[in-house]
C-alpha cells in the first residue's frame, strides 16, 4: 500500500496445525507532513509442514522458513510530482519432500514419502523500484526504473525411493538478474471523449543455471557417484516494447478501444556440460550456442456498451504470444537446444451488471483462446532426452459467471462457476513405451489439455452479528483433470470446505479458522513416471488462530 500521511500500522500473530506460525507487522506515516512519508512491513512464516518421510521416521521432511520485508518511500515535492521508492527482500530456506508414488509397487498413503535423500530449496531475492510521476494539465506522465536480483538452489531426489542400490539426485542452481525501464503518456482526465495512453518499455536479464542429474548410485549401469548429464547455461535476454491504446466514447454509452504493442526481444544463449553418451558408453562434452530474435506486432482490440449506470456488455479480442527460448536442461544436441514462440488469439463477450440497489452484482463472461505451436516436452530421437518443443494446436473455450448477493446488511453471499473445454486439435508426441526400452509416437489430438478441470466452483456466504461477531463458510469444487498429454495420470472431483469464525473491533481481531475441514485428500500435481504415477498431496485439514492489532 502506498505510504500515507497519517501514522498507523498493525501487528499479526497466527498459530496453526504442524506447529505453523507466522509473525507479521507494518507500520506507515509521515516524516515531513503532507511532503515525505514511509512504509515498512515484515513477515516470518515456520511450519514443520504434513510430510512424513517413513525412510528415516522423519515428520518434517517439507517444513518451511519464509521471511520477506518491504519498504516504501513516497515524496511528493509538488502537487504535480510524486516519487516512489519500493524495495523488498526475500528468503525461502525449505525442505521439499512431497513427490509420493500414487500408485505401483512403491505407492505411499497420503502425506507419506519413502525418501533416501535430504531435498532442500532455498531462495534468496531483492528488488528495488522507483516510480516518478508528474501531472500536467493535458497529460500524465510515469517512470519506473526496476532492478530484480533472484537466487534458487534446489535438490530433488530423482527416483523418489529409498533403495541404497539406485539413487539419483536433481541439483539445481539458478541465478536471475533483470534492469527495466517503463516511461508512460497517458491523458489527464478521465472524463474526456478521448483517452490516451502511449508506452515504451525495455530491459535486461541475465540467467545462470547450473543443473546436474546426479547418479549416487546405479549398479545396473556403469557408474556410480557421477554425473549423468550436467549442462550449465547462460542466457542474455534483451528486449524493448513500444505500446499504445485509445478509447474513444460516443454518446457516453459506447466505448471503443484499439491498442497495439510492439515488442522485440533478442536472446543469446550458450549451453556447455557434459553428459553420457549411450552409444559409445562414455562422457561427450558439448558447447553450444545460438541467438534468438523476435518481433512481433500484438494488436487488441475491444467495445463496451452502458445501457444503464449498473448495466454494461463488452466484447474484446487480443493477440498475444510467449517467446521461444533454451532448453537448459536436457539440451546435448543442435536439435534440442532451442524452441519457438508461442501464439495465442483471445476473445471474449461478457456482461456486467448490478441489480435490486446495487445488492446483486451478476457477471458473465463467454472466451475462446486459440492456441498455435503450443510448446510442449517431447522426447529427442536423436539424444533420447526430454525438451521443450513446438508441436502442437490447441484451444480454450468456456464460461466464467460470478454472482454476489447481499439481501441484507449483515449477510453477504458469493458464487462462482466456471466452465473449460481445453483439448489438443492437432498433437502427437514421441515417448517411451511403458517399459522404457522403444520410442514410440502417439496421437493426443482430442484430449484434455493436462490441469484443466472442466468445472471449478465456489460458494462463500458470511454473516455479522452485531458487536463485531462474524461467521464464515466458503465451498471449493474441482472437477477431475489430468497431468499428462495421454490423460493417464487423473486427480478426481473434489471438494475443499474452509469456515471461519472471528471477533473484530477497530484495534483487533480475532480470528478462528480452519481450511479443508473434513480432510479432503486431493493432489496439486500428478503426472507420469516411468510405469507408476506419481503426485503431490493439497494441504490437510488445517486449523489455527489469527490474532491482529491495528493502531
Known amino acids: 500500500r502506498e505510504p500515507g500521511d497519517q501514522f498507523g500500522g498493525d501487528v499479526l500473530g497466527e498459530y496453526a496445525s504442524y506447529n505453523t506460525y507466522r ?26 509442514g504434513y510430510i512424513e518421510n517413513l525412510h528415516n521416521g522423519d515428520d518434517k521432511a517439507a517444513d518451511l522458513d519464509h521471511k ?25 530456506d525449505d525442505h521439499v519432500a512431497g513427490y509420493r508414488y500414487i500408485d505401483g509397487p512403491y505407492k505411499t498413503d497420503a502425506y507419506e514419502v519413502q525418501h533416501d535423500a535430504d531435498q532442500t530449496s532455498e531462495q534468496n531475492a531483492n528488488s528495488q523500484a522507483l516510480r516518478v510521476q508528474y501531472e500536467a494539465d493535458a497529460f500524465t506522465v510515469l517512470s519506473v526504473t526496476s532492478r530484480i536480483d533472484y537466487e534458487h538452489d534446489y535438490v530433488n531426489e530423482a527416483d523418489l525411493w529409498n533403495d541404497p542400490e539406485n539413487r539419483t539426485e536433481s541439483i539445481f542452481s539458478y541465478e536471475d538478474r533483470q534492469w527495466s525501464q517503463e516511461l508512460r503518456f497517458s491523458s489527464a482526465d478521465d472524463k474526456r471523449a478521448f483517452k490516451w495512453l502511449l508506452g515504451f518499455y525495455g530491459f535486461r536479464e541475465e540467467t545462470d543455471i547450473d543443473y546436474n542429474y546426479y547418479v549416487v548410485n546405479m549398479p545396473s549401469w556403469f557408474m556410480a557417484n557421477q554425473s549423468y548429464i550436467n549442462p550449465i547455461t547462460e542466457v542474455t535476454t534483451k528486449g524493448v516494447a513500444g505500446f499504445g491504446q485509445g478509447t474513444y466514447t460516443l454518446l457516453d454509452r459506447l466505448h471503443l478501444t484499439a491498442g497495439m504493442r510492439f515488442d522485440h526481444q533478442r536472446l543469446d544463449g550458450r549451453v556447455t556440460g557434459t553428459y553420457l553418451d549411450m552409444k559409445n558408453f562414455g562422457y561427450a562434452n558439448y558447447d553450444l550456442d545460438e541467438e534468438l530474435e523476435y518481433d512481433e506486432w500484438l494488436p487488441k482490440a475491444s467495445m463496451a456498451y452502458d445501457f444503464s449506470d449498473t448495466v454494461m456488455a463488452y466484447l474484446s479480442t487480443a493477440k498475444g504470444y510467449t517467446t521461444g527460448g533454451f532448453n537448459y536442461c536436457q539440451s546435448p544436441s543442435d536439435q534440442t537446444l532451442t524452441y519457438g514462440p508461442e501464439y495465442t488469439w483471445n476473445y471474449e463477450i461478457g456482461l456486467k451488471s448490478q441489480w435490486l440497489d446495487r445488492r446483486i452484482e451478476a457477471n458473465l463472461a463467454l472466451f475462446y483462446i486459440d492456441i498455435t505451436d503450443k510448446q510442449i516436452s517431447e522426447v529427442d530421437a536423436d539424444t533420447a532426452t526430454v525438451a521443450i ?32 473445454e481445453a483439448e489438443f486439435d492437432d498433437f502427437t508426441a514421441l515417448e517411451w513405451n511403458s517399459t522404457n526400452t522403444a520410442l514410440v509416437r502417439n496421437d493426443y489430438t482430442g484430449n484434455d489439455l493436462p490441469y484443466a478441470p472442466k468445472f471449478t466452483y465456489s460458494l462463500a456466504a458470511q454473516y455479522r452479528f452485531p458487536l463485531g461477531i462474524f461467521i464464515r ?24 470446505v474452509n469456515l471461519r469464525v472471528g471477533y473484530e473491533t477497530e484495534h483487533y481481531d480475532v480470528v478462528l479458522w480452519g481450511e479443508n475441514v473434513f480432510g479432503e485428500e486431493y493432489l496439486t500435481y500428478v503426472t507420469p513416471y516411468g510405469s507408476s504415477n506419481i503426485g503431490v498431496d493439497g494441504a490437510p485439514c488445517i486449523v489455527g488462530a489469527t490474532l491482529r492489532y491495528r493502531f
Not at 474 to 492: M, V
Open 23 to 48: 509473525l507479521g507487522v507494518k507500520v506507515n506515516g509521515p516524516l515531513v507532513d503532507d511532503v515525505l512519508s514511509f512504509g515498512l512491513a515484515a513477515q516470518q512464516k515456520s511450519s514443520d
Open 68 to 92: 520477506n520485508a518491504r519498504f516504501n518511500l513516497r515524496w511528493k515535492p509538488s502537487e504535480r510530482l510524486t516519487l516512489r521508492l519500493i524495495a523488498d527482500v526475500m528468503e525461502t
Open 389 to 420: 518443443k513446438n508441436a502442437a494446436e490447441a484451444h480454450s473455450q468456456g464460461l466464467e459467471l460470478s454472482l454476489t448477493a447481499r439481501p441484507v446488511s449483515p449477510l453477504e453471499i458469493r458464487a462462482g462457476l466456471g466452465y473449460t
Open 473 to 496: 463458510a466458503e465451498l471449493y469444487g474441482s472437477d477431475r483433470f489430468y497431468g499428462d498429454y495421454g490423460n493417464t495420470a487423473k486427480q478426481d472431483a473434489y471438494e475443499i
